[in-house]
């Protein structure tokens, strides 16, 4: 075996190239990879899991990079356990493990709302229920996102917008067809009059027209007078 003789001026310059090269740290070690840091995410409550949730808000919420969902809650075992497994298959496919162990299960809101590492909250549960939920959240310090109706009365509307005003809290009305550009384009087309005068508006049941083919096709189109079509004018 033959041994290679360094010398100290050649082991000096080895080692200081050695320290000058980059160390690589993975992003995620230090919380910036595809995700925020978990202290840089909004956390997140689901107060009622049912069809609205499961198919949209929940969703929407397990895409945003930075939120986490950490709790769900509902009266029915099923929709718990179901909204449980979607949330934690939705972040294991992020996970070099592929799983994920972290969403708590309540049968009661308030258990929810106790929890001090929950930011905010997105109740979408039967109508009843919005405005006394919305208001606990709110005085249990949480931020709410709360589905449309919002309220069943003005005086429940007026609460609501009191209690977000006294406690400084962040309160989102989930109406989000109002932020549609095509809607938008066809309010200001009407407020401007550039259609006529308006003197009858027909509305049709949300089944045969927001959720079905008809409002898919006006989205994709753009055309704001396609919305407007069953609104008779007069020129």
């Keep these: 075996m033959t041994i290679q003789r360094v010398t100290r001026r050649q082991f000096v310059t080895t080692a200081a190239a050695a320290c000058a ?9 230090l919380g910036a990879d595809v995700r925020p840091a978990p202290s840089q995410r909004i956390t997140v409550g689901m107060i009622g899991m049912g069809r609205q949730t499961k198919y ?23 929709r718990l356990a179901d909204a449980k497994q979607q949330v934690e298959e939705g972040y294991a496919k992020n996970q070099p493990s592929g799983t994920y162990k972290g969403c708590e299960t309540y049968r009661d809101f308030r258990e929810l709302l106790a929890r001090q590492d929950i930011d905010a909250v997105m109740i979408a549960t039967p109508d009843h229920w919005h405005v006394p939920m ?57 407020r401007n009059g550039r259609i006529g005068k308006v003197h009858t508006v027909t509305c049709r049941p949300a089944d045969s027209c927001c959720w079905g083919g008809s409002h898919r096709r006006m989205a994709a189109s753009g055309d704001a007078t396609f919305i407007l079509a069953s609104a008779a004018t007069a020129s």
């Design 134 to 190: 919305a208001l606990a959240a709110m005085e249990a310090g949480k931020d709410v996102s709360l589905e449309k109706p919002i309220t069943r009365s003005i005086g429940e509307g007026r609460k609501l917008c009191d209690a977000a005003k006294r406690l400084n809290r962040v309160f989102r009305v989930d109406s989000e067809l109002r932020s549609y550009p095509h809607i938008v384009q066809a309010a200001e087309l009407v």
């Design 21 to 29: 090269a980059p160390f690589v740290v993975r992003a995620s070690a």
């Design 56 to 78: 949209a808000n929940l969703r929407q919420f397990l895409g945003m990079p930075d939120v986490q969902v950490v709790a769900v809650c509902d009266v029915d075992a099923w």
